[in-house]
């Protein structure tokens, strides 16, 4: 099995831009989908990014994803900071036998 | 519209056992696959447990033999049996479920507590 690396916290101001990663600690980052969920307090997760970079429905574009295979991790970009994406944050993927969580991230807007 | 709904949460002694359930509806249980993912009280999501839909499970190593996850099909619900229940069990317990040719979980309950406590 492998682990999925996020730092625990990452701050911004409303209007700008907030870059989370998450890295894998073996085998290629590309080698399974990595996908998103946004939690926020007293809330189940919902997905903010599937399959490394789609965008369900209903999820502004301000939300982005990538890869970066050089690194071995994966990114979800925030765009546009708002008060309402303060959450938690956090990135899964999977194998042939588990999947697998990031620790999570809170995203504080200050 | 797609609910999952858990039961079953409660306070249970440590060496205790409980049966929790997650009823579907707009949704196929035996069709897709289904898992349970914990979260402990102020930490991250854990993946416990799957039940795929041809029947067979996986387990995290954390409950490998004392968890057992399992499906009634004609009830559209999803089980999880806790044995051998140890503190660190104590979470919330969220039932998902995946969508075909999803690589993630595309629905969530809303999750039952448990808590594993002398």
């Known amino acids: 099995n492998f682990m999925l690396t996020q730092p625990h916290s990452v701050s911004e101001s409303p209007g700008k831009t907030v870059t989370i990663s998450c890295t894998r600690s073996s085998g290629s980052i590309a080698s399974n989908y990595v996908r998103w969920y946004q939690q926020r307090p007293g809330s189940s997760p919902t997905t903010v990014i599937y399959?490394?970079?789609?965008?369900p429905s209903g999820v502004p574009d301000r939300f982005s994803g990538s890869i970066d295979s050089s690194s071995n991790s994966a990114s979800l970009t925030i765009s546009g900071l708002k008060t309402e994406d303060e959450a938690d944050y956090y990135c899964q993927s999977y194998d042939t036998s588990s999947q697998v969580f990031g620790g999570g991230t809170k995203l504080t807007v200050l | 519209e797609v609910q999952l709904v858990e039961s079953g949460g409660g306070l249970i002694q440590p060496g205790g056992s409980r049966r929790l359930s997650c009823a579907a509806s707009g949704f196929i249980v035996s069709g897709n696959h289904m898992s349970w993912v914990r979260q402990a009280p102020g930490k991250g999501l854990e993946w416990v447990a799957a039940i795929y839909s041809g029947g067979t499970g996986n387990y995290a190593d954390s409950v490998k033999g004392r968890f057992t996850i399992s499906r009634d099909n004609s009830k559209n619900t999803l089980y999880l049996q806790l044995n051998s229940l140890r503190a660190e069990d104590t979470a919330l317990y969220y039932c998902?479920?995946?969508?075909?040719?999803?690589?993630?979980?595309?629905?969530w309950g809303q999750g039952a507590l448990v808590t594993v406590s002398s």
């Open positions: 399959e490394d970079n789609q965008r």
């Open positions: 998902a479920g995946e969508s075909p040719t999803s690589y993630g979980f595309d629905y």
